[in-house]
């Protein structure tokens, strides 16, 4: 059973930071690409936005040009896991963040269709 945990939301000033986390478990964490998607208030599931990706290396990642200098993604296999770093945010940045995982491991997809797997999401919620 594949299962990714997203950890590490929470209520923050803007300006502030936050790293988000997401653990799986039950698949080769390593075969997959992984990637940040956000879901705003009001905003339908099938509205969610593209945040961020990484190759299963980490060699290659791609940003939305609204997060290009402010986030940052990173992976460690050993652990199963990858973060997403948050400065400087904004209240527009408030929004559920889901990862996801995709295939092939290689190359970094903005397409949610191309995600096989979903964490449950963590709250993200920035005040002005």
């Known amino acids: 059973q594949v299962r990714l945990v997203e950890s590490g939301g929470g209520l923050v000033q803007a300006g502030g930071s936050l790293r988000l986390s997401c653990t799986a478990s039950?698949?080769?964490?390593?075969?997959?690409?992984m990637g940040w998607f956000r879901q705003a208030p009001g905003k339908e599931r099938a509205q969610r936005e593209f945040?961020?990706?990484?190759?299963?290396?980490?060699?290659?990642?791609d940003y939305a040009d609204s997060m290009k200098g402010r986030f940052t993604i990173s992976r460690d296999n050993a652990k199963n896991t990858v973060y997403l770093q948050m400065n400087s945010l904004k209240p527009e940045d408030t929004a559920v963040y889901y990862c996801a995982a995709s295939s092939p491991p290689w190359t970094v997809v903005r397409e949610e269709r191309s995600y096989a797997y979903w964490g449950q999401g963590t709250q993200v919620t920035v005040s002005s």
């Open positions: 039950g698949l080769t964490f390593r075969s997959y690409a």
């Open positions: 945040v961020t990706g990484i190759n299963w290396s980490g060699g290659s990642t």
